[in-house]
């Protein structure tokens, strides 16, 4: 049985965003085809709590490769885009992490419930379970169209 969704998806609006693109970007690092997050729709930091996107197109560089004919995004680039909201949560919890690229620490108790294909607007949310200056652990959950299609706790670190 799936657990519990972390918020409610009818509550999450997607035109209002809290953080765009560009934020993400003078946030978390990453580029091209490795920038797995588009832009964070809520911070809520009394209850330990983000929630971003991934638009998921066509132009993907898996697209073509990851079942021809039904392109299915891979599960390790799920958790990828969900590793990187996790990053930007650390950013605006952690002053200590500041200038630095916080990384993948570990993954465990993931499960992966549904598929994500092009066209699909990825919710990304995570809760922080635990938060030091040098290590954080996240419970995330990936939802589309309403539905669960992952979960997993994923720790990270400032290098």
């Known amino acids: 049985m799936p657990p519990k969704l972390l918020i409610d998806p009818a509550i999450i609006d997607v035109n209002n965003i809290y953080l765009d693109k560009t934020k993400v970007e003078s946030i978390n690092p990453h580029r091209y085809e490795m920038q797995q997050l ?3 729709l809520k911070f809520d930091k009394a209850n330990n709590l983000i929630v971003g996107y991934k ?15 039904r392109p299915i995004m891979p599960g390790v680039l799920m958790v990828e885009a969900a590793a990187q909201l996790s990053s930007v949560y650390y950013h605006l919890i952690e002053p200590a992490v500041a200038g630095k690229f916080v990384g993948f620490g570990g993954i465990d108790q993931i499960k992966f419930r549904g598929t994500v294909q092009p066209g699909d607007k990825l919710i990304l949310v ?12 996240f419970y995330s959950q990936g939802i589309v169209n309403g ?3 992952f979960e997993a706790v994923i720790s990270g670190m400032p290098v």
């Not at 638009?55 to 004919?69: K, S």
């Not at 995570?126 to 652990?137: A, H, L, Q």
Request: charged share 35%; glycine share 12%; with cysteine.
């Open 55 to 69: 638009d998921v197109t066509t132009n993907e560089f898996w697209v073509r490769g990851h079942i021809p004919g």
């Open 38 to 40: 588009d832009g964070i």
């Open 147 to 149: 539905k669960l299609v």
């Open 126 to 137: 995570i809760k922080c379970r635990d938060m030091r200056p040098r290590r954080g652990i």
